[in-house]
């Protein structure tokens, strides 16, 4: 019998996933999480085939908690769960170690596809994410179409939390890190997207969702 590990912080999201992945696999035990902490307990003391995560859970830290996941099980599948948005984001994930990404407004059909490939040893990748892969050597020879292409996954944590309004100080306590290191990440964004302030990044980031829905 093969093992899951859903880690998700809400509850009644726990329990919809479950009970949708016990309708189509109906051998698969499932064990639940809440946290990060609680998802590194439960790898530290039982084997699992899959790790289905919620990145922004209680303790999450981003792209390292995959590398933290498979420090302790490097064998064991990893599928990305989140409301993060997949253009920006899916292939980051897929760059850290991930074995696919699947949003949360995906049909029970897209949830079952996705679950089912993981654990037969495969990986799940969406249209968009097919897309994104085919022309990724593009859209880097073509980097001032595409900036947001070369920020690292650090970069685009930070991006994404300047982006919903979090000032300096509440990211270096998000991600345990100095002020000082915020304000340099911060520069840095700015100046590999060619920006002065948070509204001028706003727009950029647009532009950039909006050309990538007419490449797919």
């Known amino acids: 019998m093969k093992t899951v590990l859903l880690v998700e912080d809400h509850s009644i999201v726990r329990m919809g996933v479950k009970l949708l992945i016990e309708d189509f696999l109906p051998s698969v035990n499932v064990i639940e999480a809440g946290s990060f902490n609680e998802t590194l307990r439960h790898l530290q003391s039982r084997y699992f085939d899959l790790v289905i995560l919620d990145v922004k859970i209680p303790g999450g830290e981003g792209f390292n908690m995959i590398d933290k996941i498979k420090a302790i099980q490097s064998k064991v599948k990893v599928l990305i769960f989140s409301?993060?948005?997949e253009e920006?984001?899916?292939?980051?994930?897929?760059?850290a170690g991930a074995s696919g990404y699947l949003p949360k407004d995906s049909s029970n059909e897209e949830l079952e596809r996705a679950i089912t490939s993981v654990l037969n040893g495969g990986t799940y990748i969406s249209h968009v994410v097919q897309s994104q892969l085919i022309t990724s050597s593009m859209l880097e020879r073509e980097s001032k179409d595409s900036p947001l292409e070369i920020l690292s996954n650090r970069e685009l944590e930070i991006m994404d939390m300047l982006l919903i309004g979090k000032w300096t100080k509440d990211i270096a306590i998000d991600l345990n890190i100095?002020?000082?290191?915020?304000?340099t990440y911060k520069a840095r964004i700015f100046e590999k997207l060619d920006v002065t302030n948070i509204l001028e990044l706003f727009k950029k980031v647009e532009i950039y969702k909006k050309q990538k829905a007419r490449i797919h």
């Open 178 to 183: 100095k002020e000082s290191t915020v304000s």
């Open 88 to 95: 920006l984001y899916a292939i980051h994930y897929f760059k």
């Open 83 to 85: 409301s993060q948005d």
